[in-house]
């Protein structure tokens, strides 16, 4: 382990709202680390969209949400990010899963470069694609040089079949 970054080579991230698990990363050109994932709020009962900026040595964020944590919350329902993209603009797209239809369907999140929610984009910073109703969830994001973004993942079918699946968005 690297005893430069933190001080002992580790760090544990914790929520004041309850557990959290982390699924993607990116690094800035500023060395800064972006991990993207899900946190528990237990005062609504779901999981949010949680997205959490490091120093290149494994200490937070200050200037970014707050204490280096941010978060979109599912209002009531679950929701995680997977995958993340630094824009050219300096803002995080998150794809990863929302279960707010009944059925997981693809989610992307957007926040502004000091971690707030980017409320221009999509529905209150919330974009969801529905592939056939049933449970969708996107695993992989990366934005093409048009500026456009295409998240992969699966697409599960009335009777349990999953596909491939893959959405692009515009800018």
């Known amino acids: ?28 050109p500023d060395g800064k680390l972006v991990i993207t994932g899900t946190g528990q709020n237990t005062r609504a009962g779901d999981y949010d969209i949680v997205v959490v900026r490091l120093n290149s040595d494994g200490s937070g964020d200050l200037g970014f949400g707050t204490g280096g944590i941010a978060s979109l919350s ?9 995958a993340i993209v630094r824009q050219a603009d300096g803002k995080l797209l998150v794809a990863g899963g929302s279960d707010a239809n009944r059925g997981y369907d693809f989610a992307f999140a957007r926040f502004n470069a000091d971690g707030t929610v980017d409320t221009s984009f999509g529905s209150g910073g919330r974009l969801l694609v529905d592939f056939a109703g049933h449970d969708d969830q996107a695993n992989a994001l990366l934005q093409q040089a048009d500026g456009a973004i295409v998240a992969v993942g699966f697409a599960r079918d009335a009777a349990g079949i999953s596909s491939m699946a893959a959405a692009r968005i515009t800018a």
């Open 1 to 28: 382990l690297d005893p430069s970054f933190s001080t002992d080579g580790v760090v544990a991230v914790g929520f004041a709202f309850g557990p959290g698990a982390a699924y993607g990363l990116l690094q800035q």
């Open 74 to 82: 599912g209002g009531g329902f679950d929701e995680f990010g997977s």
